[in-house]
């Protein structure tokens, strides 16, 4: 009976988180539709749903779509993977290291609220035009948060770990992975989660004026052709991977990760 009820509940709770977001999306589209009926702005200005499908199934069946989605994530993809494979064991070195961490602090600190946009004109003249720039941007935008985040997580460790290390005798491997990266593991991962949406905000607005490709180019591309239709498409296919990119992180952070 005790069993037959949980089910029900986790049932009735499954059939909820499903419901709501369809429930939600019907009618943001709905909304969407009326807005463009009788706002007055035209199609050609404010394209309704079924006009964006028809441009989506062109874009799509042309292989357009898909050739500038690939650009776009090939960009964050590079980009990302460079700022974490720096600036997180740069963040250990610096949480165990307090004098190293007082040289660096300061300079990452004045780097960090830097917008990566305002790096474009640099990173144009540095690499010229193609996706080298694009994934510095993207890089810029994820290493300075990677590396504090996990600069602080170092350094909020318990002592304690510490000391029953040194009792044991472990040697610098087995003091990472046996205690640094399990302890640390979940905060980086927070902090991948939120670094991995500002870079793919960054990769667009970069795609804009540093390269001829990506879902950014797209939607400048399409403006100049006066294709609103085309720039709505790109604009919910940008919403759609970075949802999608999010949930992804969700599921990763929830794992359950054992420290010590």
Known sequence: MYKASLLNEKFAILNKSLWLPIISVVLVIAL???????????????????TVLLAFNELFNNGELIKHSVASLYRVTVGFYLAIFLGIPLGIVLGLNRTLSDMVDPVVQFLRPISPLAWIPLAMLWFGIGDKPAIFLIFLSSFFSLTMATTVAVKSINPIYFQVAANFNFNRAELLTKIIIPAITPDVITALRLTVAVAWLVVVAAEMIAVQSGLGYLILDSRNA???DYVMVGMIVIG????????????FSRV?????
């Open 240 to 251: 759609w991977i970075g949802l999608s990119l999010d949930l992804i992180m969700q599921k």
């Open 256 to 260: 359950k990760w054992t420290a010590h």
């Open 226 to 228: 006066l294709r609103m």
């Open 32 to 50: 969407w539709g009326a807005i463009s009926q009788l706002g007055g702005l035209g199609k050609h200005v404010f394209p309704g749903p079924a």
